[in-house]
C-alpha cells in the first residue's frame, strides 16, 4: 500500500489453490440442521452448504454461486444467520488461533469465544468484551458487532478490532488494518480490485451516541475503514481472519445479586456505581469500586424465576416485594483470594475497617439498606458464580420457553416478540416508565431485563395469544420512536438481520434516505448481491 492515499486500499489474490472450490453439500438431511438460528426465523431453506478452509476457496464460492450467506455458529437473534435460498458458507473450517501476543491475538473467523478464552487463560490474558452466548465465531461477533454486559467497562467488539482480512463478492481480498485507511475529507474510500477501482462513499446519516449500536453500517467523518466491515452482518464480505486486542492479564471476578424492593432506590444505586467507576478509571484508585457490568431483571423476570423454581434451585432467595434485582460484576485485584473477600465483607460494619473496594461495594449496599440480603461470590468460587450467572440466563430460557408453549398449545403463528434497544443512562427511567404504560395499555404481559449499567434493556412479551404477538409489534415500533427522541438507538447488540420490525426500526433510525445511502455502499462492493441478500434491507 505505499504511496497509495490514506483513503485507497489495494485488494490482493486470495491465498491457497485458486483452482480450488469448496464442494457444495447438497443433501437434504445436512442442510436441515443449517436451515435457522438462535431467532428460529421460519421459512429458511438452503440451496447447499459448503465448508471452505481457505482464502481461495471462500473466494472461488463466491465469485460461483448467485447467492451466498456467510455464517459463523448461528447463534444470531434476527434471522441474519437463516438462509433463504442462498448457499450457506461455514467459516467453522476457520478454526485456528495463528498468532498470539501479550496485548493482541489473531484467528480464524471459526474460533469461538470459549476456546480464545480457554487459550488465553493459559497465558493468564483475557478477552473481555464477550457477548453472553460464548459458542460464538469470532467472525460472527466482528460481523455483527456483538456487545454484551462488560460493554459499560469494556466497550463493544469494534473497540478490540486491530485487522480483518476480508473476501469481497468479486473473490479479491482486502488485508484491513486498524489507522491505515481512513476516509477521504470528501467523505469516500477508494478500493483498487483487480477488475477496477471501486468508490465507496461514506453515509451521511448520523449515529447516535450511546455506548452501543449494530444498526446497519457504520458512518462517521474520517471513519476507519475497519469501521465499515465491522457490524456489516456479513453483506460486504466474508470475514476469514480477525486481529482482536487482549488485556495481559485478567482480574479476579466478585458477583453480587442484590433484589431492591423499590426501582428509584436500583436506579440511584446503579447510577452511585457507575460514577464510582468511572472515578476509579480516572483516579487509577487500586481500592476505588471497579464495577464492570450491572445486569437488571424486573419484577416480572422474578416472578419467572420462582414460578419455575429456579430460585430454589439455584439457592438464591428471591424476595416476593422485590420490584428488580441486579446482578453487579466487581473486578478485583488479580491476586484477591476468598478468604480476603470474605474478611472484607465482613468487616464492612466496622468504623475502622479499611476502605478496600469491597468494604465500599459493602457500604454501598449497606446505604442503599439491601447488604443483608445480598448473595454474593467471590473470587475462587466458581460454583456459586456459576449459579448467579445461570440466574441471570434463566430468565431469558424460562421466557423463551413460555413462548414455545403458547406456539404449540395456542397458535402455531406465535413468535418471540422482543426488542434490543439502547438509551442515554440519563433518560432510562423515562424509558422503562414508557414501557410500563405501553405493556399496561396493551394488556401485555412482558418482562424486562438487559444490561442496564449501558442502558441497554430487552423488553420481551410473553404472549397467550397470536393477538398479543400482533400487538406487541406494535409496541415495539412505538419504543423505538421513543427511544430515538430520547437520543438513543432501536438496535443496540442483537443486529438487525431479516427480522421486518428491525429493518423497519433501521429506517426509522435513518429515514430513507439513510437506507439508501446504506444500499449504495452494497452496490459498490457487492453489485450483485449476492452477500447475505435480504439482511438490514432488501435490494430495492
Request: aromatic share 6%.
Amino acid at each position: 500500500m505505499s504511496g497509495m492515499p490514506e483513503h485507497s486500499i489495494r485488494a490482493r489474490a486470495p491465498h491457497g489453490d485458486t483452482r480450488a472450490a469448496p464442494r457444495i453439500e447438497r443433501d437434504p438431511d445436512v442442510l436441515a440442521s443449517f436451515v435457522e438460528d438462535a431467532a428460529h426465523f421460519p421459512g429458511g431453506f438452503a440451496a447447499g452448504v459448503a465448508f471452505p478452509s481457505s482464502e481461495a476457496e471462500v473466494a472461488a464460492l463466491v465469485r460461483s454461486a448467485p447467492a451466498v450467506l456467510p455464517i459463523g455458529a448461528q447463534s444470531s437473534l434476527t434471522g441474519g444467520a437463516t438462509p433463504n435460498g442462498e448457499v450457506v458458507l461455514s467459516t467453522v473450517r476457520f478454526n485456528r488461533i495463528i498468532d498470539s501476543a501479550t496485548d493482541r491475538v489473531r484467528l480464524g473467523a471459526g474460533v469461538t469465544l470459549v476456546d480464545l478464552d480457554a487459550a488465553l487463560a493459559q497465558s493468564g490474558r483475557y478477552y473481555p468484551p464477550v457477548p453472553t452466548f460464548t459458542g460464538a465465531f469470532a467472525g460472527g461477533i466482528v460481523a455483527t458487532n456483538a456487545a454484551g454486559a462488560a460493554t459499560f467497562k469494556y466497550g463493544t467488539t469494534r473497540d478490540w478490532v486491530k485487522a480483518l482480512t476480508v473476501v469481497l463478492a468479486n473473490g479479491d481480498v482486502l488485508d484491513v488494518e486498524r489507522g491505515r485507511t481512513t476516509a477521504d475529507r470528501d467523505g469516500y474510500f477508494e478500493i483498487v480490485r483487480s477488475d477496477r477501482a471501486v468508490r465507496i462513499r461514506v453515509p451521511r446519516y448520523r449515529m447516535p451516541e450511546v455506548p452501543k449500536i449494530s444498526a446497519g453500517y457504520f458512518a462517521a467523518p474520517g471513519m476507519d475503514l475497519i469501521d465499515l466491515f465491522i457490524g456489516s452482518e456479513g453483506t460486504l464480505g466474508v470475514i476469514t481472519e480477525v486481529t482482536l486486542r487482549v488485556l495481559p492479564a485478567r482480574p479476579a471476578m466478585c458477583l453480587a445479586f442484590v433484589p431492591f424492593d423499590d426501582r428509584p432506590v436500583a436506579l440511584a444505586f446503579v447510577r452511585r456505581m457507575r460514577e464510582a467507576a468511572r472515578e476509579t478509571w480516572r483516579a487509577h484508585d487500586p481500592r476505588g469500586l471497579d464495577v464492570a457490568a450491572i445486569e437488571h431483571m424486573d419484577a416480572r423476570c422474578l416472578e419467572v424465576l420462582r414460578e419455575d423454581g429456579v430460585d430454589r434451585k439455584l439457592g438464591v432467595a428471591i424476595p416476593e416485594a422485590a420490584a428488580m434485582a441486579l446482578l453487579v460484576t466487581l473486578e478485583l485485584p488479580a491476586g484477591m483470594t476468598s478468604v480476603q473477600a470474605f474478611d472484607d465483607i465482613g468487616r464492612a460494619r466496622e468504623p475502622g475497617a479499611p476502605a478496600t473496594l469491597l468494604v465500599r461495594f459493602c457500604r454501598a449496599l449497606d446505604d442503599a439498606q439491601v447488604l443483608d440480603r445480598v448473595e454474593i461470590a467471590v473470587p475462587g468460587d466458581r460454583a456459586r458464580e456459576q449459579q448467579l450467572l445461570a440466574l441471570r440466563e434463566a430468565v431469558p430460557a424460562g421466557v423463551n420457553a413460555r413462548v414455545g408453549r403458547a406456539k404449540q398449545q395456542v397458535d402455531p403463528r406465535i413468535s418471540k416478540t422482543a426488542a434490543d434497544m439502547i438509551v442515554p443512562f440519563d433518560r432510562l427511567d423515562e424509558l422503562l416508565t414508557i414501557y410500563d404504560e405501553e405493556f399496561r395499555r396493551r394488556g401485555l404481559d412482558a418482562a424486562v431485563w438487559g444490561h442496564i449499567s449501558d442502558g441497554n434493556l430487552h423488553p420481551n412479551v410473553i404472549p397467550r395469544s397470536m393477538a398479543d404477538v400482533e400487538s406487541g409489534y406494535d409496541a415495539i415500533r412505538t419504543f423505538g420512536r421513543e427511544v430515538i427522541r430520547l437520543g438513543g438507538s432501536p438496535l443496540a447488540e442483537h443486529g438487525v438481520g431479516r427480522n421486518r420490525v428491525k429493518q423497519q426500526l433501521l429506517a426509522d433510525l435513518y429515514g430513507r434516505d439513510g437506507i439508501d445511502e446504506m444500499r449504495a455502499v452494497k452496490q459498490a462492493l457487492d453489485p450483485d448481491f449476492k452477500l447475505a441478500p435480504g439482511v438490514l434491507f432488501d435490494r430495492a
